[in-house]
């Protein structure tokens, strides 16, 4: 099992709303490149998605429930089929999208327990909280030229040192498509 996150992310670090939808002055910085750039399976999940399972916190499923369900291309079919795992304390109605749940249990236990990959998407709060727990494998990041110098970090910078081996980098239309893994000693 590997703890997979896939994030849009700025070049100064921001992952904090990518499409808009949460109204901040700055959203919707990923989308202003164009759909080519962050349309389809971007971060070359394939099979892992199929047999993995999503863990999403509320505001990232509540949003993807709101779009994956109406499209029918092949990845959204993939996404659409996949389980999904819903962080929340406060969601109890997860009929809105096929295959969704909300967790039993405490978000690391959940982890800790899960014998399939696990790919976590958005969901600043998830990542944060596994990374405390040094419990990520993996970083796929789409990186987008733009500089926002405030908003909601990947990385937070009380976090202690981690060292990651570049698996790939791959342009992506403007953005920059990379996958880094954890080195452990």
């Keep these: 099992m590997s703890v997979i996150i896939i994030e849009f992310v700025t070049l100064d670090g921001i992952v904090s709303d990518p499409d808009g939808s949460a109204g901040t002055s700055a959203g919707g910085w990923a989308f202003r490149h164009g759909p080519e750039t962050v349309a389809g399976d971007k971060f070359r999940l394939g099979s892992t998605l199929d047999d993995g399972v999503l863990l999403l916190g509320r505001t990232t499923w509540q949003l993807f429930s709101r779009i ?28 809105a999208w096929v295959n969704s749940r909300v967790m039993d249990g405490g978000l690391v236990d959940v982890v800790k327990r899960e014998e399939r990959d696990v790919i ?17 494998d993996e970083y796929r990041l789409l990186t987008f030229p733009t500089i926002l110098g405030t908003g909601e970090r990947l990385f937070p910078t009380d976090n202690p040192p981690t060292h990651l081996e570049c ?13 880094h893994r954890r080195t452990r000693a």
């Design 68 to 95: 994956w369900p109406g499209r029918d291309d092949p990845f959204a079919a993939r996404m659409n089929a996949a389980p999904k795992l819903v962080a929340s304390r406060t969601l109890t109605d997860t009929s």
């Design 167 to 179: 698996l790939s980098a791959e342009r992506s239309g403007a953005a920059v498509l990379t996958r």
């Design 120 to 136: 976590v998407i958005g969901s600043p709060s998830v990542v944060h909280a596994l990374m405390a727990e040094d419990l990520v």
